[in-house]
C-alpha cells in the first residue's frame, strides 16, 4: 500500500491539530483515537487527567501501533493541556453538546491556524471547566434518541473534518 514506516511517518508534516483526551477511561477508546490520529496525521494527542498511556498492552490491541507513530504527552490535567496549547498558538475546540456550541459542519477551520479537539469522558463528556476555557464548543448534530456518539467515535467525525478542511493532500478529488 506504500505507507511509510514508523520513523518515516513521525518525521513528515501533520494537519495543525493535537486532539485533547478530557480524562477517557477505557483504554480501547484510547487506543482508537491513536490509530485515527495516525490515520489523519494529527500533530498529537494529549492524554489527560485518568487518560492511560502508552506502553498499554490494551492501548496496542486497538492502535495497532499508532502509540509508536502519534507523538503524545501527558498533563495530570486538561485545563494545564489546554494552557499549555493556548500558548503555543492553538485554537482551542470542546467537541461537547452544550447550549451555545456550533454545529460541526458549519464550523471552517482556517488555513495557517493550530487547533486542539477536546474529546470528553465516556460518561461526564468534557468537563464544564474545560468547556468554559476553550474559544468554541463543536457538536455533532445527531437525529437518533441518544445525545452522543461514543468518544472514539466523535474524535473520528471531529478530525475527518479538520483533516478535509486543512488537508495535506495535494488534491483530495484525484485520490477519492
Same mark, same amino acid.
Given at each position: 500500500?506504500?505507507?511509510?514506516?514508523?520513523?518515516?511517518?513521525?518525521?513528515?508534516?501533520?494537519?495543525?491539530?493535537?486532539?485533547?483526551?478530557?480524562?477517557?477511561?477505557?483504554?480501547?477508546?484510547?487506543?482508537?483515537?491513536?490509530?485515527?490520529?495516525?490515520?489523519?496525521?494529527?500533530?498529537?494527542?494529549?492524554?489527560?487527567?485518568?487518560?492511560?498511556?502508552?506502553?498499554?498492552?490494551?492501548?496496542?490491541?486497538?492502535?495497532?501501533?499508532?502509540?509508536?507513530?502519534?507523538?503524545?504527552?501527558?498533563?495530570? !490535567?486538561?485545563?494545564? #493541556?489546554?494552557? /499549555?496549547?493556548? @500558548?503555543?498558538? =492553538?485554537?482551542?475546540? $470542546? %467537541?461537547? &453538546?452544550?447550549? +451555545?456550541?456550533?454545529?460541526?459542519?458549519?464550523?471552517?477551520?482556517?488555513?495557517?491556524?493550530?487547533?486542539?479537539?477536546?474529546?470528553?469522558?465516556?460518561?461526564?463528556?468534557?468537563?464544564?471547566?474545560?468547556?468554559?476555557?476553550?474559544?468554541?464548543?463543536?457538536?455533532?448534530?445527531?437525529?437518533?434518541?441518544?445525545? !452522543?456518539?461514543?468518544? #472514539?467515535?466523535? /474524535?473520528?467525525? @471531529?478530525?475527518? =473534518?479538520?483533516?478535509? $478542511? %486543512?488537508? &495535506?493532500?495535494? +488534491?483530495?478529488?484525484?485520490?477519492?
Amino acid at each position: 500500500m506504500g505507507r511509510p514506516n514508523v520513523e518515516t511517518f513521525r518525521k513528515s508534516p501533520k494537519i495543525p491539530v493535537a486532539l485533547v483526551l478530557d480524562n477517557v477511561r477505557s483504554l480501547n477508546n484510547i487506543g482508537s483515537m491513536f490509530r485515527t490520529s495516525d490515520a489523519f496525521a494529527v500533530s498529537e494527542i494529549c492524554l489527560c487527567g485518568i487518560s492511560a498511556t502508552p506502553p498499554s498492552p490494551e492501548i496496542h490491541k486497538t492502535a495497532l501501533g499508532a502509540e509508536d507513530s502519534v507523538a503524545w504527552r501527558y498533563f495530570p !490535567s486538561t485545563l494545564e #493541556a489546554l494552557e /499549555a496549547l493556548r @500558548a503555543e498558538g =492553538h485554537v482551542l475546540c $470542546a %467537541l461537547e &453538546l452544550a447550549h +451555545d456550541s456550533v454545529s460541526l459542519e458549519r464550523y471552517k477551520p482556517e488555513a495557517g491556524k493550530k487547533y486542539a479537539i477536546v474529546a470528553g469522558n465516556e460518561v461526564d463528556g468534557v468537563d464544564e471547566a474545560v468547556v468554559a476555557a476553550c474559544d468554541v464548543c463543536l457538536e455533532i448534530p445527531q437525529l437518533g434518541t441518544k445525545h !452522543s456518539l461514543n468518544v #472514539a467515535i466523535s /474524535a473520528a467525525v @471531529a478530525l475527518w =473534518h479538520f483533516f478535509e $478542511a %486543512l488537508s &495535506l493532500r495535494k +488534491d483530495l478529488g484525484a485520490q477519492a
